[in-house]
């Protein structure tokens, strides 16, 4: 068993969050491994809203340690000295800290990146695999920060392996490819398709080009025809056959 450092501070803080000077308590934990042989590359530390107790992040915690050196290691990244979490149980109140950041809300969205060390979440479920899809956001932040979306969630949903067999996509088992236009559409569109062929796109690139020139598409903002010498709609009839080929086994004419 880890033996952990775990610092619980309370804070009694003023939220502007519906009502007028609402208190509301924040608590902070940090979570440090005191072992050599069981330290990860990061240090955690959790912000906790509307009463979400330290056992229900725990989870998070153990997810990232796990994961985290692998995902540095993809990147060839550093490691950071802490990441911070932030975490709500209201998903109002989430909405409403979304919008503070990022100018707008994400009705739907149980994660995002505030920068290369921080990330927010509501408290679900799942919330471990939010956690690690979110910190794969942020550590890909410190290769590139101008991703166009399609790639910005294909990486995320392969680092993370949120992998989703083809033949449970039923537009995909139909030949309905999706494109690189379609799958940049806005989240608050309902366009979220990339959620599911993300893992796909990014082993078609691994498989075709190899993992350096994955990484040099990142760092290029998504540059199809600098990186690869390649149009949109080459690349699309590629990775259909391709997905064709390994999982429905067409081979294209």
């Known amino acids: 068993m880890k033996q952990l450092l775990l610092l619980l501070v309370f804070i009694s803080l003023i939220l502007s969050c519906g009502e007028k000077n609402e208190k509301e308590n924040i608590k902070i934990f940090?979570?440090?491994?005191?072992?050599?042989?069981?330290?990860?590359?990061?240090?955690?530390?959790?912000?906790?809203?509307?009463?979400?107790?330290?056992?229900?992040?725990?989870?998070?915690?153990?997810?990232?340690?796990?994961?985290?050196?692998?995902?540095?290691?993809?990147?060839?990244i550093k490691p950071v000295d802490t990441f911070k979490i932030h975490v709500w149980g209201n998903y109002e109140n989430y909405l409403i800290a979304q919008e503070l950041y990022a100018g707008q809300r994400y009705e739907g969205s149980t994660?995002?990146?505030?920068?290369?060390?921080?990330?927010?979440?509501?408290?679900?479920d799942d919330i471990e695999e939010t956690a690690e899809h979110e910190f794969v956001h942020a550590v890909s932040l410190r290769v590139d920060a101008s991703n166009p979306r399609w790639l910005w969630e294909s990486v995320a949903t392969y680092v993370a392996n949120e992998f989703i067999d083809p033949n449970e996509i039923n537009y995909l088992k139909n030949s309905n490819y999706p494109t690189i236009a379609e799958l940049n559409g806005d989240f608050?569109?309902?366009?979220?398709?990339?959620?599911?062929?993300?893992?796909?796109?990014?082993?078609?690139?691994?498989?075709?080009?190899?993992?350096?020139?994955?990484?040099?598409?990142?760092?290029?903002?998504?540059?199809?025809?600098?990186?690869?010498?390649?149009?949109?709609?080459?690349?699309?009839?590629?990775?259909?056959?391709?997905?064709?080929?390994?999982?429905f086994k067409h081979i294209p004419s």
């Open 111 to 124: 994660g995002y990146v505030i920068s290369s060390n921080e990330l927010a979440m509501f408290l679900t």
């Open 30 to 76: 940090v979570s440090d491994s005191t072992e050599e042989s069981d330290k990860s590359s990061i240090s955690l530390e959790f912000v906790l809203y509307d009463s979400v107790t330290t056992s229900q992040v725990l989870i998070i915690r153990d997810k990232l340690e796990h994961n985290a050196d692998r995902i540095l290691d993809f990147f060839k």
């Open 188 to 247: 608050n569109h309902g366009n979220f398709k990339i959620y599911d062929v993300g893992y796909l796109l990014s082993e078609f690139i691994i498989h075709k080009w190899g993992k350096e020139k994955y990484l040099e598409l990142i760092k290029s903002s998504g540059d199809l025809r600098k990186v690869f010498n390649i149009t949109d709609t080459d690349f699309e009839t590629e990775w259909t056959n391709f997905v064709n080929a390994k999982y």
